[in-house]
């Protein structure tokens, strides 16, 4: 069974980084696309970053382009979001998810890991 398991969320002060990390079990991911989403309290859940596991290939969103960099690690199965320079309003449960390549709707989720940034 795939599973999604995130990690290295915390308390952080507003210019500071954390970096969070997404170990994928109990499959093979080559044909995946992996993706970063938050979700902030009163919010709807947004698009953050994804990484074609395959290739690198990467894609973000405005509002952590330039400051957020996604990468994986294929022999540990892990994929990480380096957060940097981090804004109060970067405060969301972060969720780490999959999806097959030519699919559009991300099927499966970790249960994701709380990022709070204090101004």
């Known amino acids: 069974q795939v599973q999604l398991v995130e990690s290295g969320g915390g308390l952080v002060q507003a210019g500071g980084s954390l970096r969070l990390a997404c170990a994928a079990s109990?499959?093979?991911?080559?044909?995946?696309?992996m993706g970063w989403f938050r979700q902030a309290p009163g919010k709807e859940r947004e698009f953050v970053a994804h990484?074609?596991?395959?290739?690198?290939?990467?894609y973000y969103a405005d509002s952590v382009l330039g400051r957020f960099t996604i990468s994986r690690d294929n022999d540990k199965n892990t994929m990480y979001l380096q957060m940097s320079s981090l804004k109060p309003e970067d405060t969301a449960v972060y969720y780490c998810?999959?999806?097959?390549?030519?699919?559009?709707?991300?099927?499966?989720w970790g249960q994701g890991t709380q990022v709070t940034v204090s101004s």
């Open positions: 990484i074609r596991w395959s290739g690198g290939s990467t």
């Open positions: 109990g499959g093979t991911f080559s044909s995946y696309v």
């Open positions: 998810a999959a999806r097959k390549l030519y699919v559009s709707t991300y099927d499966l």
